[in-house]
Each structure stands twice: as C-alpha cells, then as structure tokens.
C-alpha cells in the first residue's frame, strides 16, 4: 500500500529569474527519490500561461520544454523558443492574455493529464522571483487548500520585498547598512530632495535597487551624482519603489536555513563575485569566474553570529522550510551586516542552498525529502491535526 507521494514541480514564471527557475526545477526534478515520489511538473510560461508538461527533465533548464507542452505545437520537431505561436494579444503589443485558471482546476487538470486521476499531495513552487516567490502562488495554493514547500504568503512578500525586510530586521535588531526607499512618484516630482537625502544620509559610493528584485536585475552601483541619477531610472523600470543603501565594502557571505518553528542554520559559505558586484553576469553568466567557497574562511565567532542571524531572520519575517540569507562582512572591520533573505534560493545541483547542506551532511536528495515533510507537516499543522 506504499503509494508514491506526488510531487507537483512548478516552474518558470512571470519574472526575470525565469530561466533560473527552469534549471533549479530540472535539479529538482532529477534529484526526487523516485521510488518516494512521483513528479508531476507545470510549467508556467514568460506570458503566464500554465501547461502541464510529461517531456523530458533535461528540456527545463534549455528551455525547450514550451515547444513540447505548447498545445499544438510541433512535437516532433521541438520548434525553438522564438519560432513560438504567439500568445493571444500580443502582437498588437497589449498584454498577452492570461490563461491561469483558479489553482485547483488547473491542478486537477494536469493530474487528469497525467491519467491518474489521483489528486497531487504537494506542491514545489520552484519558481524564483516576482510571481511566484513573492506570496502570489502561495496564496492561490493555500485558497486552493494544497501544501506546499516553502515559506507562506506572508514569509513570500517579506522575502521579496527588500525595504519590508529591512523594516523588520530593524525590529528585530539585527545589523544592517543605512537605508532610505523612494517612490516612483518622488522621482518623477522631486528629484532633488531623492538626491540630497541621499547624499545627506547614505554619500557615496551607493547602492540603488528595486525593492522587488533578484538575480541582481535592476541592482547598480551609483558613485556619484550622475551615477545616482542613472541606477535610479534603471531600477524605477522594475518596480514603482526603489532602496538607496550605505555601500558595504564586504565580503559575501551566505547562510541555509531549514525548518518550520524550529529552524537550523549550516555552515556558511562565501561568494566571490567576477564582477565589481555580484551582477547578473556575475551570477548567471556562461564566462562567469565567480567561486562559491565552503565553508567560507571566517573566524568561528562571526560564523556563529552569522548563523544565528540567520535563524533569527527567517523567524522575524516568518518563513517555513528554506531561506538562504545573505550577509555582508566587512572586509576592514569584520562587522556582519544582514542583506537580504530569499525564501526560494537558487536550488540547481550547483547553487549555493543545497551546497550548504551538503556541506553539513544533507545531500540534494534528503534535502528534497526534508522540505517536502516539511510542507506536510506545516499543512497539517494549519489544518489542526
Ligand atoms: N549595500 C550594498 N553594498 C555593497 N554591495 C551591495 C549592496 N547591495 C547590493 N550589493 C551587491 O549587489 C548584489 C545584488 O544585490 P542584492 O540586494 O543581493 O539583490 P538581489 O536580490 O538581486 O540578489 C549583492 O550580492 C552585492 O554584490
Ligand atoms: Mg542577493
């Protein structure tokens, strides 16, 4: 009677980590315990559509698993991703439309797909950034009264939204640079008092982003007040409120946490960008010389500060199951400054998060095992049993 557990993999999303999420998902998928588990997996196109998609692992991470799944698309010759139909409304350059369906329909509707007829007993919203590490699909996945790995819809937005994070970790005590956030409005009205503020408070070299990004998308480096004024009108296009920060002249350091009420830290690790900073290219690129090094060579005190920072993060914005949270510590004075807190960290066989574990005696697998009890256990929990 030991029937598989199923697994529904969701994956891609409306948001510029996209990519990364389709090779973080094949990860997953390649690492389930298939003897345990039964991988359902969905796809969530740039557009927002939701297919349910049987082909190949290997085809996430290239991409062409959309020509697969597409309906009508031409299987055999697994058409490349630009030769795609184009979706409904968009070439008259409106927004494509959307064809999410209420959460549970288009779950049940990929369970039929599969012919099984069976109902799927978790979900892995492996999907990084806006769209899907932010609250969205959690919300639609609670409504729809299903578990599923990861933080909820609370712990989702205040991982994703920078400047609600800060706020927090504030409240919680936990150090971190100086930090002022504008809005879209403020830029467009009142420049100059953005750049006096600014130059009063922060000076220069500082950083600018979006207070919803990631993978570094829409993050610049301002030097002075040229500078300012350009990294503000890049990260303005990504999101209608924007951080200026105290530059840190740290090293990057970097921290897993698993767990629901009882979470626990591993080793730390540390990022050695290519670039100036730790860039989109820096992160992604195919050239990228970024080292990742594990554990990272710091004194053992500030590792256990570190790691206790983290526990204390994740609890503070109210996670459950994973966060990596990132740190800076700098390079002069050794102060551990927090950054950020993502609540779905990079997860490919290569990233840091699982690497992490590794480290600590958790392979890929069991981590994969663990976060899935995790999301069960967190459910029933809601559920009062
Ligand atoms: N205040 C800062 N001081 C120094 N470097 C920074 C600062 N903020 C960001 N960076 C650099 O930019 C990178 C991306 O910024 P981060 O806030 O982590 O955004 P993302 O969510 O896109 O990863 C960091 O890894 C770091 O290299
Ligand atoms: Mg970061």
């Not at 009063?200 to 979006?210: E, I, M, R, S």
């Not at 009882?262 to 100036?276: F, H, K, L, Q």
């Not at 990742?292 to 526990?311: D, G, H, K, M, S």
């Given at each position: 009677?030991?029937?598989?557990?199923?697994?529904?993999?969701?994956?891609?999303?409306?948001?510029?980590?996209?990519?990364?999420?389709?090779?973080?998902?094949?990860?997953?998928?390649?690492?389930?315990?298939?003897?345990?588990?039964?991988?359902?997996?969905?796809?969530?196109?740039?557009?927002?559509?939701?297919?349910?998609?049987?082909?190949?692992?290997?085809?996430?991470?290239?991409?062409?698993?959309?020509?697969?799944?597409?309906?009508?698309?031409?299987?055999?010759?697994?058409?490349?991703?630009?030769?795609?139909?184009?979706?409904?409304?968009?070439?008259?350059?409106?927004?494509p439309?959307?064809?999410?369906?209420?959460?549970?329909?288009?779950?049940?509707?990929?369970?039929?797909?599969?012919?099984?007829?069976?109902?799927?007993d978790?979900?892995?919203?492996?999907?990084?950034g806006?769209?899907?590490?932010?609250?969205?699909?959690?919300?639609?996945?609670?409504?729809?009264?299903?578990?599923?790995?990861?933080?909820?819809?609370?712990?989702?937005?205040?991982?994703?939204d920078?400047?609600?994070?800060?706020?927090?970790?504030?409240?919680?005590?936990?150090?971190?640079?100086?930090?002022?956030?504008?809005?879209?409005?403020?830029?467009?009205?009142?420049?100059?008092?953005?750049l006096?503020?600014?130059?009063?408070?922060?000076?220069?070299?500082?950083?600018?982003?979006?207070?919803?990004?990631?993978?570094?998308?829409?993050?610049?480096?301002?030097?002075?007040?040229?500078?300012?004024?350009?990294?503000?009108?890049?990260?303005f296009?990504?999101?209608?409120?924007?951080?200026?920060?105290?530059?840190?002249?740290?090293?990057e350091?970097?921290?897993?946490?698993?767990?629901?009420d009882?979470?626990?830290?591993?080793?730390?690790?540390?990022?050695?960008?290519?670039?100036?900073f730790?860039?989109?290219?820096?992160?992604?690129?195919?050239?990228?010389?970024?080292q990742?090094?594990?554990?990272?060579?710091?004194?053992?005190?500030?590792?256990?500060?570190?790691?206790?920072?983290?526990?204390?993060?994740?609890?503070?914005?109210d996670?459950?199951?994973?966060?990596?949270?990132?740190?800076?510590?700098?390079?002069?004075?050794?102060?551990?400054?927090?950054?950020?807190?993502?609540?779905?960290?990079?997860?490919?066989?290569?990233?840091?998060?699982?690497?992490?574990?590794?480290?600590?005696?958790?392979?890929?697998?069991?981590?994969?095992?663990?976060?899935?009890?995790?999301?069960?256990?967190?459910?029933?929990?809601?559920?009062?049993?």
């Open positions: 009677m030991n029937e598989r557990i199923r697994v529904a993999i969701v994956f891609g999303g409306q948001s510029t980590e996209h990519e990364v999420s389709r090779v973080s998902a094949q990860s997953v998928a390649e690492n389930l315990d298939k003897s345990k588990y039964e991988a359902v997996m969905v796809g969530i196109t740039r557009e927002g559509r939701w297919l349910p998609y049987n082909g190949p692992v290997e085809k996430l991470g290239t991409g062409e698993w959309e020509a697969i799944a597409l309906p009508g698309a031409d299987k055999a010759r697994g058409l490349p991703e630009k030769n795609l139909p184009e979706m409904d409304g968009a070439e008259d350059g409106g927004l439309t959307r064809e999410i369906d209420p959460a549970r329909e288009i779950l049940v509707s990929v369970v039929e797909e599969k012919g099984a007829g069976k109902k799927i978790v979900v892995f919203p492996v999907l990084h806006l769209n899907g590490e932010d609250g969205t699909i959690q919300g639609l996945l609670e409504l729809a009264g299903i578990p599923y790995v990861g933080s909820g819809v609370l712990g989702s937005a205040l991982g994703m920078k400047y609600y994070a800060k706020i927090i970790f504030e409240k919680e005590g936990l150090p971190q640079g100086k930090y002022l956030m504008f809005t879209r409005r403020q830029f467009d009205v009142d420049l100059d008092s953005i006096t503020q600014v130059e009063d408070v922060l000076g220069y070299p500082c950083f600018v982003k979006p207070c919803n990004s990631g993978s570094s998308v829409g993050v610049g480096k301002a030097c002075d007040r040229e500078g300012l004024i350009f990294a503000m009108h890049d990260a296009k990504y999101d209608k409120r924007v951080l200026a920060e105290e530059f840190i002249d740290g090293r350091i970097e921290c897993s946490v698993l767990g629901n009882d979470p626990v830290a591993s080793t730390v690790g540390e990022i050695i960008p290519c670039n100036e730790y860039d989109y290219d820096a992160k992604y690129s195919a050239n990228s010389t970024s990742i090094i594990i554990p990272a060579q710091l004194p053992e005190n500030t590792v256990q500060r570190i790691r206790e920072y983290a526990v204390r993060a994740f609890k503070a914005l996670c459950a199951g994973l966060a990596r949270v990132d740190f800076f510590v700098h390079k002069k004075t050794g102060a551990v400054y927090i950054n950020e807190l993502n609540t779905m960290p990079g997860f490919t066989s290569i990233s840091m998060y699982p690497k992490l574990w590794e480290a600590s005696g958790i392979s890929y697998s069991e981590l994969l095992d663990r976060l899935i009890e995790l999301a069960l256990e967190r459910h029933g929990e809601k559920m009062g049993f």
